[in-house]
């Protein structure tokens, strides 16, 4: 069973950069969706980013559109969030996630454990 693990979370100021890794212990391509997820306290979870493999087709949640930018390495076996110009509501756990549909998580089949992004003013 491949397995999914975040990293890279912070804690930063508001307009601050991070760069998420979901390292997977398995190979990727055979995974044709990869996308990134959040949630806060409180909060329902939301998709943040998708990638498709063969073009690297994006999609991205209009909240970070512009901010953020998801990449998949598949020779490495990682998935990657590069985001710029953070808010306060940026912050959350934030989750990669295989075979979703595009930003749509229910029929995801692995998850990761999440790795925390904070955000102040």
């Known amino acids: 069973q491949v397995q999914l693990m975040e990293s890279g979370g912070n804690s930063v100021q508001s307009g601050g950069s991070l760069r998420l890794t979901c390292a997977a212990s398995?190979?990727?391509?055979?995974?044709?969706?990869m996308a990134w997820f959040r949630q806060a306290p409180g909060k329902e979870r939301e998709g943040v980013a998708a990638?498709?493999?063969?073009?690297?087709?994006?999609l991205y949640a209009d909240s970070v559109k512009g901010r953020v930018t998801i990449s998949r390495d598949d020779a490495k076996n990682t998935l990657y969030l590069e985001m710029n110009g953070l808010k306060c509501e940026d912050s959350a756990m934030y989750f990669c996630?295989?075979?979703?549909?595009?930003?749509?998580?229910?029929?995801?089949?692995?998850w990761g454990q999440g790795t925390q992004v904070t955000v102040s003013a």
């Open positions: 398995g190979a990727t391509d055979n995974h044709y969706c």
């Open positions: 990638i498709f493999q063969w073009g690297g087709t994006t």
């Open positions: 996630a295989a075979d979703t549909a595009g930003l749509t998580a229910t029929v995801a089949t692995l």
